[in-house]
């Protein structure tokens, strides 16, 4: 089947009449982003399905959803009253069988004073033709219709012949367990062999019910049989369920094993983005607790004046000084003393000597100072006026009775003696004599320390933003952040431990199942030995052949199966070597590798030596899917599949880089007789374009260019966009 | 697919030759006509038929119960 042409008008940025003619080989429209490419694709999808991607909700809506949407702008802004009309029309040769095929879909809004009407949904018109005639018969019945859909495009095959570039990572998804299983059973025949294989299982089945039946007629203890047969069943039983748990096990096991190598190619990334952190976090706690020292340290600097004595710095000579005065002065008051002590001695003396020559109060003291008052002495009866020697000497007879021996403490006790204190002040002095000489060790002893913070506090700031800056990088360019990491290493981890308990329950289960099965022997030979007649030889043969029936289906289903993947394999590769042909660095052969025992293949890049290749980035992958997806389509090669459908894809080269983009072109016209590619890689790049142009190894039917009518700045104005198409060959 | 090569993709398998059904790389050249050596010949090839004719699984099943019930 060959897609001839596609008609569109006023669609969406398709205003006015458009029509773009294909022919076998690739067929390529080019056109910037924004340009149309998109709405072309929808075109195509529209007319089949009454759907339209959209790109906002990467998902498909039907024309209920979209209504005037579906309206070019510009013809609903140049209409002023009526019904304005947008339509698309397919048509679809089939050479092999002389067909043609017209699909038409449309969709009109209604213009009245401004106000418009929409209709509620699209409507389909479809007709067909024979090749050798004029005209057309419209196809009314509705099961014809989807048959003639079917024909143009099966629903299996649909999603690996039309598709959107950012579908591709969901044809064939990693996550989910059976996508190239599907694709294999839609893509080949597998089908018949599962078929064949149902039958031996209901066979073998029936058969062995047929035959236990027989043995337990033919029993010579009826009881006896019936109760091992019931033993025989209750293990029957018990082995189904078994072995169904052994499938669960085995499949979460694959699961689990799976899902660990997908996170395997992120799992050093992650392992360092947490070395990091945690090296990171041990820099923060060393800096916070250094930081707390130095504040401490720089608060007990200014107590230090006073706790260390440091305040007295550079006292040492008023010490000194002060030393010298208090010695001066202690060896001066010790020798007035020694004055003063012989001066007491002197006055004593005298008053001693005094004392022996007239007692004490002789004459009394009334009558002495009566004789001072009179300046007259009664003992002589001679005057003795004031400040004469007579007069002194009465006055010192007077003063004689007050008079007593002195020492040397009396003298002084009324005048208070400083020296206690001066010694005081010079033992203090004496003893922080001592302090000074050390103040100056401890303070720099105490600056050397803060020095020592201060340098390693700065060394840590340093290595904190050093790490935090790799912790970015990391994070840029491993797309994980710290906590993302984290998830990631322990689902790892959780995967990891589940995989090993299920490794541990499957080997239980199958120890489990051995024994079963050795008890279901035993039965079998003691139901055998009960037998006392014979069982008919038909039977025994019966039960013979539909046991090697079933033996034989599931070992060719098995076969078959595997032969395909190995053929999907070798059909990857050759596409996935002919797309990087252009890039010297890529390199890797895909595997598709088993999964849940047989229910899934994933492909995988691999080296030489069979080993994974990881890190891969999304251009890689989407290259490994595309080759897996022209694969399990040039598997079929032969079949008419790859024949009969036409591939359309937009914008499938976007993730990757522009050294496949020829290389893509090549294999895909050489794997599909039709296909219509959107693409940007040739807008600009006019070297790429001419080899598009002129490779003699692309099999190349039409290309276009697509423009639109007016300048990227204006495209805010839909009411004037319209859509220019040149031919370029 | 046609029920000769759906046929050979069974003979293929080990089994015949372990069993002496065929000998090593004789299904090659089997044909659809060629007399049936053994009873599990007959019943694949009316389980190839069944499957290829859209015939149900049961009727494919009778049909092999009753030529493998006949006692010859």
Same mark, same amino acid.
């Given at each position: 089947?060959?897609?001839?042409?596609?008609?569109?008008?006023?669609?969406?940025?398709?205003?006015?009449?458009?029509?773009?003619?294909?022919?076998?080989?690739?067929?390529?429209?080019?056109?910037?982003?924004?340009?149309?490419?998109?709405?072309?694709?929808?075109?195509?999808?529209?007319?089949?399905?009454?759907?339209?991607?959209?790109?906002?909700?990467?998902?498909?809506?039907?024309?209920?959803?979209?209504?005037?949407?579906?309206?070019?702008?510009?013809?609903?802004?140049?209409?002023?009253?009526?019904?304005?009309?947008?339509?698309?029309?397919?048509?679809?040769?089939?050479?092999?069988?002389?067909?043609?095929?017209?699909?038409?879909?449309?969709?009109?809004?209604?213009?009245?004073?401004?106000?418009?009407?929409?209709?509620?949904?699209?409507?389909?018109?479809?007709?067909?033709?024979?090749?050798?005639?004029?005209?057309?018969?419209?196809?009314?019945?509705?099961?014809?219709?989807?048959?003639?859909?079917?024909?143009?495009?099966?629903?299996?095959?649909?999603?690996?012949?039309?598709?959107?570039?950012?579908?591709?990572?969901?044809?064939?998804?990693?996550?989910?367990?059976?996508?190239?299983?599907?694709?294999?059973?839609?893509?080949?025949?597998?089908?018949?062999?599962?078929?064949?294989?149902?039958?031996?299982?209901?066979?073998?089945?029936?058969?062995?019910?047929?035959?236990?039946?027989?043995?337990?007629?033919?029993?010579?203890?009826?009881?006896?049989?019936?109760?091992?047969?019931?033993?025989?069943?209750?293990?029957?039983?018990?082995?189904?369920?078994?072995?169904?748990?052994?499938?669960?096990?085995?499949?979460?096991?694959?699961?689990?094993?799976?899902?660990?190598?997908?996170?395997?190619?992120?799992?050093?990334?992650?392992?360092?983005?947490?070395?990091?952190?945690?090296?990171?976090?041990?820099?923060?706690?060393?800096?916070?607790?250094?930081?707390?020292?130095?504040?401490?340290?720089?608060?007990?600097?200014?107590?230090?004046?006073?706790?260390?004595?440091?305040?007295?710095?550079?006292?040492?000579?008023?010490?000194?000084?002060?030393?010298?005065?208090?010695?001066?002065?202690?060896?001066?008051?010790?020798?007035?003393?020694?004055?003063?002590?012989?001066?007491?001695?002197?006055?004593?003396?005298?008053?001693?000597?005094?004392?022996?020559?007239?007692?004490?109060?002789?004459?009394?003291?009334?009558?002495?100072?009566?004789?001072?008052?009179?300046?007259?002495?009664?003992?002589?009866?001679?005057?003795?006026?004031?400040?004469?020697?007579?007069?002194?000497?009465?006055?010192?007879?007077?003063?004689?009775?007050?008079?007593?021996?002195?020492?040397?403490?009396?003298?002084?006790?009324?005048?208070?003696?400083?020296?206690?204190?001066?010694?005081?002040?010079?033992?203090?002095?004496?003893?922080?004599?001592?302090?000074?000489?050390?103040?100056?060790?401890?303070?720099?002893?105490?600056?050397?320390?803060?020095?020592?913070?201060?340098?390693?506090?700065?060394?840590?700031?340093?290595?904190?933003?050093?790490?935090?800056?790799?912790?970015?990088?990391?994070?840029?360019?491993?797309?994980?952040?710290?906590?993302?990491?984290?998830?990631?290493?322990?689902?790892?981890?959780?995967?990891?431990?589940?995989?090993?308990?299920?490794?541990?329950?499957?080997?239980?289960?199958?120890?489990?199942?051995?024994?079963?099965?050795?008890?279901?022997?035993?039965?079998?030979?003691?139901?055998?030995?009960?037998?006392?007649?014979?069982?008919?030889?038909?039977?025994?043969?019966?039960?013979?052949?539909?046991?090697?029936?079933?033996?034989?289906?599931?070992?060719?289903?098995?076969?078959?199966?595997?032969?395909?993947?190995?053929?999907?394999?070798?059909?990857?590769?050759?596409?996935?070597?002919?797309?990087?042909?252009?890039?010297?660095?890529?390199?890797?052969? #895909? /595997? !598709?590798?088993?999964?849940?025992?047989?229910?899934?293949?994933? =492909? %995988?890049?691999?080296?030489? *030596?069979? @080993?994974? +290749?990881?890190?891969?980035?999304?251009?890689?992958?989407?290259?490994?899917?595309?080759?897996?997806?022209?694969?399990?389509?040039?598997?079929?090669?032969?079949?008419?599949?790859?024949?009969?459908?036409?591939?359309?894809?937009?914008?499938?080269?976007?993730?990757?880089?522009?050294?496949?983009?020829?290389?893509?072109?090549?294999?895909?016209?050489?794997?599909?007789?039709?296909?219509?590619?959107?693409?940007?890689?040739?807008?600009?790049?006019?070297?790429?374009?001419?080899?598009?142009?002129?490779?003699?190894? #692309? /099999? !190349?039917?039409?290309?276009?260019?697509?423009?639109?009518?007016? =300048? %990227?700045?204006?495209?805010? *104005?839909? @009411?004037? +966009?319209?859509?220019?198409?040149?031919?370029?060959? | 697919?046609?029920?000769?090569?759906?046929?050979?993709?069974?003979?293929?398998?080990?089994?015949?030759?372990?069993?002496?059904?065929?000998?090593?790389?004789?299904?090659?050249?089997?044909?659809?006509?060629?007399?049936?050596?053994?009873?599990?010949?007959?019943?694949?090839?009316?389980?190839?038929?069944?499957?290829?004719?859209?015939?149900?699984?049961?009727?494919?099943?009778?049909?092999?119960?009753?030529?493998?019930?006949?006692?010859?």
């Amino acid at each position: 089947m060959i897609l001839e042409s596609i008609e569109i008008a006023n669609f969406m940025c398709y205003a006015g009449s458009n029509k773009f003619e294909f022919t076998e080989g690739i067929n390529v429209i080019i056109g910037d982003n924004g340009y149309g490419k998109s709405k072309l694709f929808d075109a195509f999808y529209w007319v089949m399905y009454n759907e339209c991607f959209d790109t906002n909700k990467k998902k498909f809506q039907k024309s209920p959803f979209l209504k005037k949407l579906i309206v070019s702008d510009k013809a609903i802004s140049e209409t002023k009253e009526g019904i304005i009309t947008a339509s698309v029309i397919l048509t679809f040769k089939n050479l092999d069988k002389g067909n043609v095929y017209i699909l038409e879909r449309n969709y009109s809004v209604k213009k009245e004073d401004d106000i418009l009407i929409e209709d509620i949904d699209s409507k389909e018109v479809v007709w067909q033709k024979d090749l050798h005639y004029l005209t057309a018969k419209e196809v009314t019945d509705s099961e014809q219709i989807s048959r003639i859909k079917k024909t143009i495009l099966p629903d299996n095959i649909k999603p690996y012949m039309w598709f959107q570039g950012e579908q591709v990572e969901s044809i064939i998804d990693f996550n989910k367990t059976d996508t190239l299983t599907q694709a294999i059973n839609v893509l080949s025949n597998i089908t018949r062999y599962d078929h064949i294989k149902e039958i031996s299982e209901n066979l073998k089945e029936s058969t062995t019910k047929e035959f236990n039946k027989k043995q337990r007629d033919l029993s010579s203890d009826k009881d006896k049989s019936s109760n091992l047969e019931l033993q025989r069943n209750h293990i029957l039983d018990r082995l189904k369920e078994l072995q169904k748990q052994e499938l669960q096990i085995q499949d979460t096991k694959a699961t689990a094993e799976e899902k660990s190598e997908q996170l395997l190619n992120k799992i050093s990334d992650a392992q360092k983005i947490k070395e990091v952190e945690a090296k990171r976090k041990s820099i923060e706690k060393n800096l916070e607790e250094t930081q707390e020292e130095f504040t401490e340290e720089q608060k007990l600097l200014h107590k230090k004046l006073f706790t260390n004595k440091w305040v007295l710095k550079g006292t040492e000579k008023l010490f000194v000084e002060y030393s010298s005065l208090y010695n001066n002065y202690e060896q001066t008051k010790l020798k007035q003393e020694l004055t003063k002590q012989a001066r007491i001695e002197s006055e004593n003396q005298i008053m001693i000597e005094l004392h022996a020559r007239l007692p004490v109060d002789v004459p009394e003291p009334i009558h002495l100072e009566n004789m001072l008052s009179n300046e007259h002495c009664l003992v002589c009866d001679r005057e003795a006026p004031l400040g004469s020697d007579a007069y002194i000497k009465i006055k010192e007879l007077l003063d004689r009775s007050k008079t007593k021996v002195k020492s040397i403490e009396s003298e002084d006790s009324n005048i208070h003696d400083f020296g206690a204190d001066l010694r005081k002040l010079y033992q203090n002095g004496l003893g922080l004599s001592h302090n000074i000489k050390n103040i100056d060790d401890d303070i720099t002893s105490t600056f050397r320390r803060l020095r020592k913070l201060d340098k390693k506090r700065k060394t840590l700031t340093d290595d904190l933003n050093a790490i935090e800056s790799e912790i970015n990088s990391l994070i840029v360019d491993t797309a994980l952040n710290v906590h993302q990491a984290n998830d990631l290493l322990n689902q790892y981890n959780a995967q990891n431990e589940l995989a090993k308990r299920a490794i541990t329950q499957e080997n239980s289960t199958a120890n489990e199942i051995l024994k079963r099965k050795q008890e279901l022997q035993q039965l079998d030979i003691e139901l055998g030995r009960l037998v006392s007649g014979e069982i008919p030889a038909y039977l025994i043969e019966k039960l013979k052949v539909v046991e090697e029936f079933n033996t034989l289906a599931h070992s060719t289903r098995r076969r078959v199966f595997d032969s395909l993947v190995k053929i999907l394999e070798t059909e990857a590769n050759q596409h996935y070597q002919l797309m990087t042909q252009g890039n010297m660095s890529a390199r890797g052969i #895909i /595997k !598709l590798k088993e999964l849940n025992s047989g229910k899934n293949y994933m =492909p %995988e890049l691999t080296d030489e *030596n069979g @080993n994974v +290749l990881m890190q891969l980035n999304t251009g890689n992958i989407i290259l490994i899917k595309l080759a897996t997806i022209m694969a399990i389509i040039s598997a079929r090669q032969g079949s008419r599949d790859t024949d009969l459908y036409t591939l359309i894809t937009d914008a499938p080269m976007s993730v990757f880089g522009e050294d496949y983009t020829i290389g893509f072109c090549k294999t895909v016209s050489n794997v599909y007789r039709q296909s219509i590619i959107m693409s940007k890689e040739f807008y600009k790049n006019m070297e790429l374009r001419n080899q598009l142009l002129t490779n003699p190894d #692309i /099999k !190349l039917g039409k290309v276009y260019l697509i423009t639109p009518s007016i =300048p %990227e700045n204006s495209r805010a *104005n839909r @009411n004037q +966009l319209s859509t220019n198409i040149q031919a370029l060959n | 697919m046609t029920k000769e090569e759906l046929l050979r993709s069974f003979l293929e398998d080990e089994l015949f030759v372990e069993k002496s059904y065929l000998k090593e790389g004789e299904y090659k050249n089997y044909r659809w006509a060629a007399p049936s050596k053994h009873k599990l010949f007959e019943v694949l090839k009316t389980s190839i038929e069944g499957e290829l004719s859209n015939e149900s699984p049961q009727i494919t099943e009778k049909k092999i119960n009753q030529f493998l019930n006949k006692q010859t």
